[in-house]
Nanobody, 122 residues
């Protein structure tokens, strides 16, 4: 599966952005999907994940209550709605797909898209 993330940009603290990740292929619903981010000088970290059916979502503690992950099977797309953004949310955001894993470690994801930059100014 090929992934293409978009929707990043520059926003003031307190603002919102919605990231999209379009997946190729006809097996989108076979993959659990996740969003990860990497800030300069830091390791890539898990942000949010969603099950194959979309019925279960997972969030890092740092984004709970502010970010929402969702997926649209008809459009082969996963979204990350980011509200109440903070300067510490500044990072390159990546979407990833995995078929059989049970954890959300970056090393466990099989497919990655190119990142999209999110910059939050104070």
């Amino acid at each position: 599966v090929q992934l293409q993330a978009s929707g990043g940009g520059l926003v003031q603290a307190g603002g919102s952005l919605r990231l999209s990740c379009a997946a190729s292929g006809r097996t989108f619903n076979s993959y659990r999907m996740g969003w990860f981010r990497q800030a300069p000088g830091k390791e890539r970290e898990f942000v949010a994940g969603i099950s194959r059916t979309g019925g279960t979502t997972y969030y890092a503690d740092s984004v709970k209550g502010r970010f929402t992950i969702s997926r649209d099977g008809a459009k082969n797309t996963v979204y990350l709605q980011m509200n109440s953004l903070k300067p510490e949310d500044t990072a390159v955001y990546y979407c990833a797909a995995d078929r059989y894993g049970a954890t959300w470690y970056p090393s466990g994801m099989d497919y990655w898209g190119k990142g999209t930059q999110v910059t939050v100014s104070s």
